[in-house]
């Protein structure tokens, strides 16, 4: 159902763009790829008039209920990116909400090869 929903948002955003003559932009950022799956700001800001940053406790209400089980889902990873040394960081120290991603990894090794965050 979340599926159908997404492919119809694209397909309607590719559509208008393709009648502007444009190539369609891919969502940049976090927040607008789940905007673009039917989200609301009010679904990360208890206080869209006032947004404030959002906490691990957040992301993982819909992501798992735990970091322990996000870090199943991605297990099949070289290097599982939501278990390490670093321990249970704020999401948003890689999953920033409005701008790029980046790897807080990064800051020490270098695993462009294994992990491709977005
Ligand atoms: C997927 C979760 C998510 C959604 C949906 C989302 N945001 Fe955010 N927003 C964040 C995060 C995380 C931050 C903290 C800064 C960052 O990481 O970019 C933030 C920060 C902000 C800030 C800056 C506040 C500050 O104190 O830095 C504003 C303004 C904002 N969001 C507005 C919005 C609006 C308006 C919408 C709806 C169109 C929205 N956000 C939807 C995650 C989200
Ligand atoms: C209200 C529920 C909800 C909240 C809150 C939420 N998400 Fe999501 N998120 C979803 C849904 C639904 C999807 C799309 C289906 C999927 O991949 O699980 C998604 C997808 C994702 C994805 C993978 C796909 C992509 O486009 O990037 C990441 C990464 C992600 N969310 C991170 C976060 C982070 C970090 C936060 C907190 C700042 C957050 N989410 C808050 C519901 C939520
Ligand atoms: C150290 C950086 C980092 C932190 C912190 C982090 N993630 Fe991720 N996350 C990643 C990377 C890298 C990927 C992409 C893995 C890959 O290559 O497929 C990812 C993928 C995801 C996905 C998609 C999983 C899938 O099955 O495809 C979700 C959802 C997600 N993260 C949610 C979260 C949430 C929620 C938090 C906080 C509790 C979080 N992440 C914290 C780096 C991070
Ligand atoms: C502040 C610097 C720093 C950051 C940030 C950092 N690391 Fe490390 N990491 C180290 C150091 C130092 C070592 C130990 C020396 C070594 O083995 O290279 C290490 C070792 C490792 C090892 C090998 C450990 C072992 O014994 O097998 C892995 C895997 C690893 N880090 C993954 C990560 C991941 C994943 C992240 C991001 C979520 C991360 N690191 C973030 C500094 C860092």
Do not use: W
């Amino acid at each position: 159902m979340k599926r159908t929903i997404v492919m119809l948002a694209l397909g309607f955003l590719a559509a208008a763009a393709m009648a502007a003559g444009e190539t369609p932009a891919p969502a940049q950022n976090l927040a607008d790829r789940h905007i673009a799956r039917g989200l609301k700001c009010e679904s990360c800001h208890a206080d869209a008039a006032h947004p404030a940053p959002v906490k691990k406790e957040k992301c993982l209400s819909c992501h798992g209920g735990s970091y322990e089980k996000l870090a199943e889902q991605t297990d099949s990873l070289e290097i599982n990116p939501h278990d390490s040394h670093l321990g249970k960081i704020e999401c948003t120290k890689c999953h920033r909400g409005h701008k790029p991603a980046v790897l807080e990894c990064a800051r020490c090794h270098d695993f462009s090869r294994e992990l491709h965050i977005r």
